[in-house]
Nanobody, 115 residues
C-alpha cells in the first residue's frame, strides 16, 4: 500500500521559515519524481517544486529564491524548506510522487502565514 504522509505544517509569521516533510512508503522512492503542490482557498492547485530521483530541481517562479526542495532517498523523504514566507503562501501543501503515468498523492498539510 502506497502512503505519502506530510508533516511540519502550521502557523508562521510573515518573513518566517517552515520546513514540511513528506515520508513515502510502498514505492521504490528513488525511482520517483517527487513534487510539492499547493492549493490556496478559492484557487486551483499549483505546482510549487519538483525534484528528480537524481536531485535535479524545478521551482515555480513565485517561490524561487525562497523555497528549496530536497530529498533523502535513504529515508524515503522529500522536504520543502520555505523561507521569507508571505501571506500569499498560505495554502494546503500536497506531496506527490510520479513515475511515468503512475502518480500518488498525500492528503495535504495546512501552512498558514499570518501575523
Amino acid at each position: 500500500q502506497v502512503q505519502l504522509v506530510e508533516s511540519g505544517g502550521g502557523l508562521v509569521q510573515p518573513g518566517g521559515s517552515l520546513r514540511v516533510s513528506c515520508a513515502a512508503s510502498g514505492i521504490t522512492f528513488a525511482n520517483y519524481v517527487m513534487g510539492w503542490y499547493r492549493q490556496a482557498p478559492g484557487k486551483e492547485r499549483e505546482a510549487v517544486a519538483r525534484i528528480s530521483g537524481g536531485g535535479n530541481t524545478n521551482l515555480a517562479d513565485s517561490v524561487r529564491g525562497r523555497f528549496t526542495i530536497s530529498r533523502d532517498n535513504a529515508k524515503n523523504t522529500v522536504y520543502l524548506q520555505m523561507n521569507s514566507l508571505k501571506p500569499e503562501d498560505t495554502a494546503v501543501y500536497y506531496c506527490a510522487a510520479s513515475w511515468g503515468r503512475i502518480e500518488y498523492w498525500g492528503k495535504g498539510i495546512l501552512v498558514t502565514v499570518s501575523s
